[in-house]
Nanobody, 119 residues
């Protein structure tokens, strides 16, 4: 499994960015794709998740109402639309694939993409 994340950059507070994560190789049709982030000096934290097969989406409280996760199964790509960005959203964002559940105990990780939100 290979996960290629892209779309990070520098944006002013209140702005928007859309991250993409393209999956290749064995993508596990029943798996769950997720986004995590890690800010400087902090632990990696969960942001959002979506099953490849559809169904409900999951969000961390700090991003609810501002971020939207979606998928395009035909392209094996998951997106994270980030609106109303805040300086505290600054982090390296990673996409991940758990082949079996939303627990993300031992997921496949993509490389990170840096999001910087200026105040």
């Amino acid at each position: 499994v290979q996960l290629q994340a892209s779309g990070g950059g520098l944006v002013q507070a209140g702005g928007s960015l859309r991250l993409s994560c393209a999956a290749s190789g064995r993508t596990f049709s029943l798996g769950v794709m997720g986004w995590f982030r890690q800010a400087p000096g902090r632990e990696r934290e969960f942001v959002a998740a979506i099953p490849w097969s559809g169904g409900r989406t999951y969000y961390a409280d700090p991003v609810k109402g501002r971020f939207t996760i979606s998928r395009d199964n035909a392209k094996n790509t998951v997106y994270l639309q980030m609106n109303s960005l805040k300086p505290e959203d600054t982090a390296v964002y990673y996409c991940a694939l758990d082949p079996y559940s939303i627990m993300f105990k031992e997921p496949y990780w993509g490389q990170g993409t840096l999001v910087t939100v200026s105040s």
